[in-house]
């Protein structure tokens, strides 16, 4: 009996349920019921839209890949498919451009360029088998130089005129009594002090290395103070001397000369030919 006077109910139940603000515990179990299945709900939500956005992902992979192919198919089909020869051109280009990388870059020396064989020659071998250019003898016998330039012009000239060795050095003598081998000019004769000259003499009108005379015949004044001209004039007179080559030096410069001192050619003859053969060394 309950203190309010109301009997106990027969079939109550036998464990009373306890009211709470929250609600019974059956109410409670529910409620924990539903949010686990929410959980799971949203949990297979989220792993959905994960598998979602990876399939759009992947998605658009394939499709740029599958753009680029057909862009790739586009420009061989428009280009047409290479034939079997261009392939093979291909192969052999790349081929080449290996091969080419694979090579070492040209040395300095092998890039140098070479002589052409029109190039003169400059290596030491060439210098030395070059033959020397020919040289002016240094004086001899007692000469300065003036002197043996006039004694080279005086062999010079016989030599293009042909005369031999023995005429060179009756000329060398001749001039060297003469003039002791110096163009020398007249003080008689104005006239030749215009031209080149190494001295003045006053021997009448005589002029020039062999001391000739334009009143004589001999030729004009100026061709006279040319040692060229002189000498043709006085070898040319010397070979016109029957038996020149066997005299004495002295007799054939005399038959020549015809001075008023025969006999002071021949003291010349010893040097005159020592500058022959220094100007012409023998066998030349």
Same mark, same amino acid.
């Given at each position: 009996?309950?203190?309010?006077?109301?009997?106990?109910?027969?079939? @109550?139940?036998?464990?009373?349920?306890?009211?709470?603000?929250?609600?019974?515990?059956?109410?409670?179990?529910?409620?924990?019921?539903?949010?686990?299945?929410?959980?799971?709900?949203?949990?297979?939500?989220?792993?959905?839209?994960?598998?979602?956005?990876?399939?759009? &992902?992947?998605?658009?992979?394939?499709?740029? #890949?599958?753009?680029?192919?057909?862009?790739?198919?586009?420009?061989?089909?428009?280009?047409?498919?290479?034939?079997?020869?261009?392939?093979?051109?291909?192969?052999?280009?790349?081929?080449?451009?290996?091969?080419?990388?694979?090579?070492?870059?040209?040395?300095?020396?092998?890039?140098? *360029?070479?002589?052409?064989?029109?190039?003169?020659?400059?290596?030491?071998?060439?210098?030395?088998?070059?033959?020397?250019?020919?040289?002016? *003898?240094?004086?001899?016998?007692? +000469?300065?130089?003036?002197?043996?330039?006039?004694?080279?012009?005086? #062999?010079?000239?016989?030599?293009?005129?042909?005369?031999?060795?023995?005429?060179?050095?009756?000329?060398?003598?001749?001039?060297?009594?003469?003039?002791?081998?110096?163009? &020398?000019?007249?003080? #008689?004769?104005?006239?030749?002090?215009?031209?080149?000259?190494?001295?003045?003499? =006053?021997?009448?009108?005589?002029?020039?290395?062999?001391?000739?005379?334009?009143?004589?015949? =001999?030729?004009? &004044?100026?061709?006279?103070?040319?040692?060229?001209?002189?000498?043709?004039?006085? +070898?040319?007179?010397?070979?016109? #001397?029957?038996?020149?080559?066997?005299?004495?030096?002295?007799?054939?410069?005399?038959?020549?000369?015809?001075?008023?001192?025969?006999?002071?050619?021949?003291?010349?003859? =010893?040097?005159?030919?020592? &500058?022959?053969?220094?100007?012409?060394? @023998?066998?030349?």
């Amino acid at each position: 009996m309950r203190d309010d006077g109301t009997l106990d109910e027969t079939y @109550a139940p036998s464990t009373p349920s306890a009211d709470t603000e929250d609600g019974t515990s059956t109410e409670r179990t529910t409620a924990a019921s539903r949010l686990r299945a929410y959980a799971r709900d949203l949990t297979g939500r989220r792993r959905a839209q994960l598998a979602l956005a990876t399939g759009v &992902v992947c998605c658009l992979g394939l499709t740029a #890949v599958v753009q680029v192919r057909d862009e790739d198919a586009g420009a061989t089909t428009r280009g047409g498919s290479p034939s079997s020869a261009e392939l093979a051109q291909r192969a052999e280009q790349q081929g080449s451009s290996r091969s080419l990388d694979r090579t070492a870059a040209p040395s300095a020396s092998a890039a140098a *360029p070479t002589a052409s064989p029109a190039d003169p020659d400059t290596t030491a071998s060439a210098r030395k088998a070059a033959p020397a250019r020919p040289t002016d *003898p240094a004086p001899v016998a007692g +000469l300065d130089e003036d002197q043996m330039e006039n004694a080279e012009a005086i #062999v010079r000239t016989g030599r293009k005129m042909g005369v031999p060795r023995r005429g060179l050095v009756i000329a060398v003598a001749t001039a060297m009594q003469e003039s002791n081998l110096y163009n &020398v000019a007249s003080g #008689v004769l104005p006239e030749s002090q215009d031209y080149p000259h190494q001295g003045v003499g =006053w021997d009448h009108d005589s002029v020039g290395l062999f001391q000739q005379r334009s009143s004589s015949g =001999w030729g004009p &004044v100026g061709r006279l103070m040319d040692p060229e001209f002189a000498t043709r004039q006085f +070898l040319a007179a010397l070979q016109q #001397v029957p038996g020149w080559q066997g005299m004495r030096l002295t007799d054939a410069a005399q038959a020549v000369q015809v001075s008023a001192y025969p006999e002071h050619y021949q003291q010349h003859e =010893w040097r005159a030919t020592r &500058v022959v053969d220094a100007i012409v060394p @023998a066998g030349r």
